[in-house]
């Protein structure tokens, strides 16, 4: 079934062959949502004025949160958000962030500077989550907590009893317990969270675990901290110490163009061979997932401990005087997000929880705040593009592209994942890397003949562009693809991203 759309800018010089086979016989687990996840936390602006602007601000707001985020959020079934860090997570004292604003302590946030007032607590945090229908996932203090602390929070949050700490929860305005299951013991263990070694940490882990207790109806997931990039020995050596009492294992893995974290390249002044290496360092992720992976096959070889990527994204250098590690977001980074998701979708048997660093004004952000105005940054549009795959089958793809680039730096050109949802409506993502050749595919369905295709594509006129305070450049169109017996044939501009649905 062919569609008429507006022609879409980058379709025009030059395309290449590509073949995409669609498994939809052999379909595999299901997709977990949580997937498409994000993270906040206290630092620049991603919490005061991304997310709190008080109950007083002109700018408008349900009990002091930003409605304009709030909406956008929702928009996108935001399915988990990651709370209060990061590095902050092992400097926080939770009972700092309870009762009345007025006469809670101001603290210097030693992690990312300037003075955390507080203001924005575990009330605030909790209230946030509900409105944006996300589950919470709260990072405990371990580097300078104790178990005590953690306990009485998750007692403070969780319990519908008449205990005192279940009564103070209520005095400071909050009757019914939280619904709270994902609990990360401590972040970055190996470097801000305390710089431990695996063995030291694993068995911190297990002190901590032993006292994740239930309160309430829910039943706590335990997240250790587990590695960053390529560090395979601390997962050998916390699955081999801590496996049993684990149910979730971190991975942290940043995209830096450069690879190098003295100078890590501009958000949005590049060329083309920094937009490849950019890729080239994202598909890393899949080599990272695979081998800690492996390693944890052999102490969890029925996957019971999930991979939980809760920290994923471009870090590049900071734009000066907006706050610490606020970047822009370009095409770019729209093309890093889908190649991360379709890694996590193909790895969804173990892979069953993510996080986006950040959620707003921070690195990777989806959502750009200046005072009142807000941004949907491309990176946004694709957790939009991509919500059709949470709780879906996934299904196998073979793709055959001829390569971006040429000797070491090629790169596959054509990038994707696919999933059937529960009214059967097959989903296939596909990432053209190139930055100037469209990509003509044959898509074949093994296993159901396609009837019609619908779709949205987000690229721009250049590698570059962005959406800005008062400028939008990269937004999701409607795309046009051809039923041709049975199979597919689809024409995808360069650097793009483009999200089909096939009955
Ligand atoms: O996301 C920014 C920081 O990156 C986090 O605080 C930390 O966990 C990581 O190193």
Same mark, same amino acid.
């Not at 049993?244 to 002044?269: E, Q, R, V």
């Not at 994204?313 to 370009?330: F, H, I, M, N, R």
């Given at each position: 079934m062919a569609q008429s759309t507006k022609p879409v800018p980058g379709a025009a010089s030059g395309s290449f062959e590509a073949t995409l086979q669609v498994r939809v016989d052999r379909p595999g687990v299901t997709i977990d949502r949580n997937i498409y996840g994000s993270f906040a936390e206290h630092l620049g602006r991603g919490i005061y004025e991304g997310v709190w602007v008080g109950e007083d601000s002109p700018i408008p707001n349900t009990r002091g949160l930003r409605n304009d985020v709030i909406a956008a959020l929702r928009k996108i079934k935001l399915p988990v958000l990651r709370w209060p860090g990061g590095c902050f997570a092992d400097e926080y004292h939770w009972r700092d962030g309870i009762g009345p604003r007025a006469k809670r302590p101001r603290r210097a946030n030693t992690s990312w500077g300037g003075v955390e007032t507080n203001a924005f607590g575990v009330h605030e945090f909790m209230d946030f989550a509900e409105l944006i229908g996300a589950q919470p996932y709260i990072s405990v203090n371990v580097g300078s907590g104790s178990p005590r602390e953690m306990m009485e929070w998750l007692e403070y949050m969780t319990s519908p009893s008449d205990s005192s700490l279940a009564r103070l929860r209520r005095e400071n305005g909050r009757q019914q317990p939280w619904s709270l299951k994902f609990v990360g013991i401590g972040n970055e263990a190996w470097g801000c969270g305390g710089n431990m070694r695996p063995e030291y940490y694993a068995d911190e882990y297990r002190r901590y675990a032993a006292f994740v207790k239930k309160y309430g109806a829910d039943e706590f997931v335990k997240i250790a901290v587990g590695p960053s990039d390529e560090d395979y020995n601390w997962t050998e050596v916390v699955m081999?110490? +801590? #496996?049993?009492?684990?149910? @979730?294992? %971190?991975?942290?893995?940043?995209?830096?163009? !450069?690879?190098?974290? &003295? +100078? &890590? =390249?501009? *958000? !949005? #002044?590049? @060329?083309? *061979?920094? /937009?490849? +290496?950019?890729?080239?360092?994202?598909?890393?992720m899949e080599e990272f997932i695979g081998k800690h992976s492996a390693i944890m096959d052999k102490y969890d070889p029925d996957k019971?401990? #999930?991979?939980?990527?809760?920290? /994923? @994204?471009?870090?590049?250098? %900071?734009?000066?005087?907006? =706050? #610490?590690?606020?970047?822009? %977001? !370009?095409?770019r980074d729209a093309l890093v997000a889908a190649i991360n998701f379709n890694v996590f979708n193909q790895h969804a048997e173990r892979v069953r929880m993510a996080a986006s660093a950040q959620a707003i004004n921070v690195l990777q952000a989806m959502i750009l705040t200046k005072q009142g105005q807000m941004v949907l940054t491309p990176t946004y549009h694709v957790f939009d593009l991509y919500q059709v795959h949470q709780g879906a089958l996934a299904i196998p793809v073979d793709v055959q592209a001829p390569r971006y680039g040429s000797g070491a730096d090629a790169l596959p050109s054509v990038h994707a994942s696919a999933s059937r949802d529960h009214s059967g409506v097959v989903h296939i993502s596909l990432v053209n890397l190139d930055a100037s050749r469209g990509a003509d595919i044959s898509v074949s369905l093994k296993g159901q003949a396609a009837t019609s295709v619908t779709g949205r594509v987000l690229t721009g006129t250049s590698i570059n562009a962005l959406n800005d305070f008062g400028s939008t450049a990269v937004e999701p169109r409607p795309f046009a693809g051809e039923v041709v017996a049975g199979g597919l044939q689809v024409s995808v501009p360069a650097r793009s991203v483009v999200v089909l649905a096939v009955r």
């Open positions: 081999k110490q +801590a #496996a049993k009492f684990i149910d @979730g294992l %971190s991975l942290h893995y940043y995209t830096l163009p !450069t690879g190098n974290w &003295k +100078a &890590k =390249g501009s *958000a !949005t #002044a590049f @060329g083309e *061979a920094e /937009w490849r +290496a950019t890729f080239r360092r994202t598909l890393r019971r401990v #999930a991979l939980i990527v809760d920290e /994923w @994204g471009t870090w590049y250098e %900071s734009e000066p005087g907006k =706050g #610490a590690l606020y970047q822009q %977001s !370009t095409l």
